[in-house]
């Protein structure tokens, strides 16, 4: 079909001559296969909308000049295949103006971050300004997220802390106006506004925990079922603090049916998500499931925004580092499995997938067979071991060729012949399968392939396809070699030799046991032949979904309230799984009612058990009153041996709030631990020895 668009094209709204605008060019279906090419529009409304062509404005980025001041831009993408020509719009900016002023400097904050303290901010470093005026606003920002509001009168070049700023930041916002515009350039953020200066500060002793639990460590999805179709319906999970994750969010029913012998060439995911705040919630993991086993894509960070985006994944080409089988793609039990994170600086979040659909490029061949081999043969070697009642071995019946190999011993060389495969006339053979049932006795896999090939006239047509290769089991078992793209390293097969009496194949063995005999037990060989060509996809979207747990339970938690040497433990994490938050409360804090508290600091001895770069942080958050409280404290470290004490916080880190004395005394005060596996393979066993904690505060 000709090109499919799926979002427009866009473009910024604010114009400013000479300052680049950068287009993009919106989402379409098939990008992998499409050339895009780029025209800007000069706009006007004079006498109607009416837009023309800017000359050799035909890149994604556009500078605007003085010719364009007083019009409006438009960017125009066309997307071509070899079927035709597609055009797209992208929104329209406002009017090209002049700059104004340019901040080459930003301003800058000095002073001390503290209760009574005084900040002073200066003006930066402009160009285009002369004879401009400036102008100041100061703002109060939340620690983590940054979300600032304006601070009532204060507009001077210094401002004076009050016990209003305690716990959050100060940033001031330096606006310069001249006749062509006005410009505002805020400040870096200030540190966290600390107390006034404590002329005797206190610390608590270090103190374990009273109280130890497990607490479920990943946020589960509501209404899984509506990720499945594009509907503007979707399944939500939240809200998600910094460093928490979804469940596994399973989608499953594609219903594929390919076609046997088809060869699976590429499996593209596309997946419609975005979120509430757009505060740094991710894709962390996405995993196709089979019968094959897991295939997974790690480590993808771009921040989800607050309108629906299209993400995809894999390609046309792109088969995910897996040999696909057609059954496997056709198997009910194909699955995708997504999980979220969050890990942005901002505040809580939602995440929403709307639309899950699997994209299979395959190529499909027709085919002749399977076909039993009429004819067994085998050769005259001296030295070698014959075969018993040879003429078993071709047809599919109830009797078996047979084979006892002392060690170190060779077959004789086995061929098969007489398939009489009715290749139709005119058709080119692309590709040979030959499959193979066989038994043999308890040590039967000493038996070893010394070579398995493609034959015709009574020479092989190619080198050795398989070497070392077995499949001999006490039980009957078929087995294949080749397939509908193989044609077994020999040169482009013609029809003539897959339909001649002499096209077969042959095999030789090999005992490698130096101390035991072997019986073998070849009942049947069938041949297939594949040809005629055929590209296809086929689109699909889930049809069912679930929300699975992916956090696994602390064994032993109370073993953290001592340092002792014993450990706390998860026992096999791996994939995308992470722990269960282990909390830990009651520490017995009983400070003076009248006390400040400047900084919360906790030590964990921990350690991982194999040693490798595997564990890492999910979250280190403070608890009170049964939940959650103030920022995500977690290290970018890995886990390490041996045990090792890891201090989060500080005496002057109030972890993104201020604290009450009555909070801290209270018997639900503690820290929440959850660590996650931060590889794609293998497994690890993180291990807490202690968790302690230590309060730092002042008594005016």
């Known amino acids: 079909m000709q090109p499919t668009l799926v979002t427009y094209p866009s473009i910024p709204l604010e114009a400013l001559s000479g300052v680049a605008l950068e287009g993009l060019r919106g989402t379409w279906e098939e990008e992998d296969f499409l050339a895009f090419s780029y025209q800007w529009l000069r706009c006007s409304t004079a006498g109607g909308f009416k837009c023309s062509p800017i000359p050799e404005a035909i890149l994604p980025v556009y500078v605007p000049t003085v010719t364009d001041e007083g019009y409006q831009l438009m960017l125009r993408v066309t997307a071509t295949n070899i079927l035709g020509a597609v055009q797209a719009p992208s929104n329209v900016s406002l009017v090209v103006r002049p700059p104004g002023p340019s901040n080459t400097v930003a301003p800058a904050l000095s002073g001390t971050a503290r209760v009574g303290g005084v900040l002073t901010v200066n003006t930066g470093t402009w160009t285009g300004a002369a004879g401009a005026t400036y102008t100041t606003a100061w703002l109060r920002c939340e620690e983590i997220t940054l979300v600032c509001s304006p601070i009532p009168g204060e507009t001077g070049s210094t401002y004076t802390l009050t016990s209003a700023d305690l716990g959050s930041r100060i940033r001031a916002r330096v606006t310069a106006t001249t006749s062509e515009g006005s410009v505002p350039v805020r400040t870096a953020p200030s540190e966290p506004i600390g107390h006034p200066a404590c002329a005797t500060p206190q610390t608590t002793a270090a103190r374990f925990a009273g109280t130890v639990a497990n607490v479920a460590g990943s946020v589960a999805w509501t209404r899984p079922e509506l990720a499945g179709t594009l509907d503007g319906m979707a399944a939500s999970a939240g809200p998600l603090l910094p460093g928490e994750r979804t469940q596994r969010l399973v989608m499953s029913g594609f219903g594929f049916e390919l076609p046997p012998g088809g060869v699976v060439q590429g499996i593209e995911l596309e997946l419609v998500g975005w979120s509430s705040a757009g505060a740094g919630v991710h894709l962390e993991r996405v995993v196709l499931d ?25 390609g046309s080409a792109d088969t995910w580092d897996q040999s696909w089988r057609p059954e496997d793609i056709s198997s ?369």
């Open 290 to 314: 089979s019968p094959l086993g897991p295939v997974e894509r790690a480590g993808m960070p771009d921040v989800w925004g607050t309108e629906p985006r299209t993400l995809r994944l894999g």
């Open 332 to 700: 009910p039990e194909l699955k995708v499995v997504i999980t979220v994170r969050h890990d942005g600086p901002g505040g809580a979040d939602t995440v929403h997938v709307d639309g899950v659909r699997l994209t299979v490029h395959y190529q499909s061949r027709s085919s002749v067979g399977p076909v039993y081999a009429t004819l067994a043969s085998q050769g005259s070697v001296e030295g070698r071991v014959a075969w018993e009642n040879l003429s078993a071995a071709g047809p599919d019946d109830a009797q078996a060729a047979t084979l006892t190999l002392a060690p170190q011993q060779k077959s004789q060389p086995l061929h098969f012949t007489g398939f009489g495969l009715p290749l139709p006339a005119g058709k080119v053979p692309r590709g040979v399968k030959v499959e193979y049932e066989a038994s043999g006795s308890t040590n039967a896999w000493l038996g070893q392939f010394q070579s398995f090939y493609l034959m015709h006239g009574g020479e092989p047509l190619a080198d050795t396809l398989s070497e070392g290769g077995n499949s001999w089991t006490e039980e009957l078992n078929r087995v294949e070699f080749g397939g509908a793209l193989d044609s077994w390293r020999a040169p482009p097969l013609t029809r003539d030799q897959v339909t001649a009496p002499t096209f077969g194949a042959g095999m030789e063995l090999l005992n490698i046991s130096s101390a035991q005999s072997i019986t073998l037990s070849l009942h049947s060989v069938r041949m297939t032949a594949f040809y005629d060509v055929v590209v296809a996809r086929s689109v699909r979207d889930a049809t069912t979904a679930s929300s699975e747990s992916n956090t696994l339970t602390w064994q032993n938690p109370n073993n953290i309230k001592a340092r002792d040497g014993a450990f706390a433990s998860v026992p096999g994490l791996s994939g995308d799984g992470a722990s269960e938050q282990l909390t830990a409360t009651g520490f017995g804090f009983a400070l003076p009612p009248t006390a400040i508290v400047h900084g919360v600091q906790v030590t964990v001895r921990r350690q991982t058990l194999s040693g490798s770069d595997t564990l890492r942080d999910s979250t280190v958050r403070l608890v009170s009153g049964g939940g959650p409280m103030g920022g995500n404290r977690a290290l970018g470290t890995t886990w390490r041996l041996p045990a090792t004490d890891v201090q989060y916080g500080g005496s002057s880190d109030l972890w993104g709030r201020t604290w009450t004395v009555e909070e801290v005394n209270d018997p639900s005060f503690g820290v929440a631990l959850a660590v996650r596996y931060a590889v794609v393979s293998g497994n690890d066993h993180p291990r807490v020895d202690s968790v302690q904690m230590a309060v730092s505060y002042c008594v005016p």
